[in-house]
């Protein structure tokens, strides 16, 4: 089993959409979790951190559940400019080691 | 004013060779990875060093070498190319040794290394 999984999509939605990937961790002990945004050919960057009462930047919404140990990504109102690869992060431990899913790759279309 | 650089972008090379990539970054981060993304888009860690010190060190072949001549640069060397060896390789910083859970890291433009 992978210690992260993702539904690699592709998830192709019109502009103006709700979207939601779901991601589920095999690690019980994992200690936090992000969203990356990878943009084709290029690296990946943070898009948010996901904590434990969830959290909410603008149009992206993080939730976590450890007991189900699944994180969730919702996006409102999707632009085309949202077309990227989402990556789910688990991070371990305390060293800075980040356990990657797969990424979910989002085609927003006009 | 490029955060986290690495050299070169692009690598082609026969089996069998030696090479090195290199990466700088200069955020003044104290911890610096190495990460292999495979066809498959798997984003795997492959070393880490913080201040010059290896922390993370992943199941890779022992060809793979990491070298950090300062808590800067995070360089890494590849002897005896194989087919397999040919991924993306992109080099991270962050600040702190992960001990606060949430510090981002910070990728660089990846290395495209392709083994004829």
Known sequence: ?110 | DTAVSQTPKYLVTQMGNDKSIKCEQNLGHDTMYWYKQDSKKFLKIMFSYNNKELIINETVPNRFSPKSPDKAHLNLHINSLELGDSAVYFCASSQGRGLALYNEQFFGPGTRLTVL
């Open chain 1, 1 to 110: 089993r992978k210690e992260v999984e993702q539904d690699p999509g592709p998830f192709n939605v019109p502009e103006g959409a709700t979207v939601a990937f779901n991601c589920t961790y095999s690690n019980s002990a994992s200690q936090s979790f992000f969203w990356y945004r990878q943009d084709c050919r290029k690296e990946p960057k943070l898009l948010m951190s996901v904590y434990s009462s969830g959290n909410e930047d603008g149009r992206f919404t993080a939730q976590l559940n450890r007991a189900s140990q699944y994180i969730s990504l919702l996006i409102r109102d999707s632009k085309l400019s949202d077309s990227a690869t989402y990556l789910c992060v688990v991070n371990l431990s305390n060293t800075g080691k980040l356990i990657f899913g797969q990424g979910t790759t989002l085609q927003v279309k006009p």
